[in-house]
């Protein structure tokens, strides 16, 4: 597995963690289980903002893993 293929499952991973956060956090009436889902949530689009930079960088370096 090249670390394109990794970083590109990593993401998935992250944002289907997010959904998953997000409805968790509309389903909570409890207030402050509800900040924690929303810190998380800021947590991991911060992560996915990195690794989508990180990809594009590889993919700019390594033409051949753009689009795998």
């Keep these: ?12 991973t992250l944002k289907g963690t997010q959904g998953t956060l997000r409805l968790y956090t509309a389903q909570t009436r409890d207030e402050e289980t509800k900040l924690v889902y929303k810190e998380a949530l800021a947590a991991t689009g911060i992560i996915i903002n990195d690794l989508e930079r990180r990809l594009q960088t590889l993919e700019y370096q390594e033409p051949q893993y753009k689009g795998n």
């Design 1 to 12: 597995m090249t670390v394109a293929s990794q970083v590109k499952q990593t993401l998935a």
